[in-house]
């Protein structure tokens, strides 16, 4: 089992940065891919971006490419997922999730085993 708690969400204006933290802790953080996902109000969970098990290999869905950086410290336990130029359209629920090491980075909810609870990220205009 793995547990994961996410923190670092807030209200922040367009154009402003955030980071958030993905905390884990059960067993070794380095047995698994991790991600991040995100879910606005009325809309279904979207991929945001997924880094492999030593942080060599990351993806990004296309709408954050250049602006998000997803990176982890596996002495720390923990997945960081770096926000700038941030967007309206880029206000949702954030989770993180872990998932088995495999040769693909993992896109979808099915990748992926374990999810953090998420924090709430908000973007003004």
């Known amino acids: 089992q793995v547990q994961l708690v996410e923190s670092g969400g807030g209200l922040v204006q367009a154009g402003g940065s955030l980071r958030l933290s993905c905390a884990a802790s059960?067993?070794?953080?380095?047995?698994?891919?991790m991600g991040w996902f995100r879910q606005a109000p009325g809309k279904e969970r979207e991929f945001v971006a997924a880094?492999?098990?030593?942080?060599?290999?990351?993806t990004y869905e296309d709408s954050v490419k250049g602006r998000f950086t997803i990176s982890r410290d596996n002495a720390k336990r923990t997945m960081y997922l770096q926000m700038n130029s941030l967007k309206p359209e880029d206000t949702a629920f954030f989770f993180c999730?872990?998932?088995?090491?495999?040769?693909?980075?993992?896109?979808?909810?099915?990748?992926?085993?374990?999810w953090g609870q998420g924090t709430q990220v908000t973007v003004s205009s």
């Open positions: 880094i492999n098990w030593s942080g060599s290999r990351t």
């Open positions: 059960g067993r070794t953080i380095s047995n698994y891919a």
């Open positions: 999730a872990a998932g088995p090491r495999r040769e693909r980075l993992g896109v979808v909810r099915g990748d992926y085993d374990y």
